[in-house]
């Protein structure tokens, strides 16, 4: 099976915002994967923020993973889709009227099963550490994990990668928050383990997984007109030529 790796991103932050638009990656093809991730926090106080997708768009199942008390309060969310002639950006919209604060990356995969790609997802919310732990959830051999991990501090937010991942962004942050992301295809069916990152400022944090199903074997190559051309002697009767 083809490994689901990503071939391309994009991102954008907005501060205080209504609405934020992503931008579609480049070389994105009819059956790529395409993941949106975003941490958002809320503006207005005691008020759980929220997500509004774009037509077409899934959200991973065990999403959102958020606050819903405390007078500031933040999340994760996780979408999904299989591109199909996809336009240029795409705009998606937060329920707090006053705003929200957001980070978020738009992936475009390769790789990954065209029918039902997620394999799991979950996540937590972490008291204030500077250890950032993502709970264990259940993985295929090759899949891609993604590594997801948020905090509420913002630029100078520092995270460290799990050993073994490749960071595919590395502190996205907007006034008060900010995440990285890291990924990494993983080598056995089960439960992926904990993951964690250590950061440079304790903080109230928020950990997630994802994982995605790699997509079908590559068709065999073809070895030119005589590929089954071999002669099978037991096949032939070579007596009745004559």
Request: overall charge negative; some cysteine; charged content about 10%.
């Amino acid at each position: 099976m083809a490994n689901p790796i990503v071939n391309s991103s994009t991102n954008n932050t907005g501060s205080a915002v209504a609405n934020l638009v992503l931008t579609k990656p480049v070389n994105v093809v009819n059956g790529n994967l395409l993941v949106t991730t975003i941490f958002t926090s809320n503006t207005t106080i005691n008020v759980t923020p929220g997500v509004t997708p774009p037509s077409g768009w899934t959200i991973v199942p065990n999403f959102p993973v958020r606050d819903t008390s405390g007078t500031i309060r933040a999340g994760i969310w996780v979408y999904w889709k299989i591109a199909s002639n996809e336009p240029a950006n795409y705009t998606w919209n937060f329920t707090d009227s006053g705003g929200q604060n957001v980070v978020a990356d738009l992936f475009n995969i390769t790789g990954a099963a065209s029918s039902s790609p997620i394999d799991d997802g979950n996540g937590q919310i972490n008291v204030s550490s500077s250890t950032c732990t993502a709970p264990s959830i259940n993985g295929t051999n090759g899949d891609l994990l993604l590594d997801i991990f948020a905090s509420r501090v913002g630029s100078t937010q520092t995270y460290t990668q799990p050993g073994g991942s490749h960071q595919d962004e590395s502190n996205l942050s907007v006034g008060a928050i900010s995440y990285s992301i890291d990924d990494e295809n993983i080598s056995s069916t089960g439960a992926t383990g904990t993951r964690t990152s250590t950061l440079g400022t304790a903080a109230i944090n928020y950990g997630a997984l994802v994982t995605i199903l790699s997509g079908p074997p590559a068709p065999p190559t073809q070895q030119g007109s005589r590929q089954n051309s071999q002669w099978d002697a037991a096949t032939y009767d070579f007596g009745n030529l004559y």
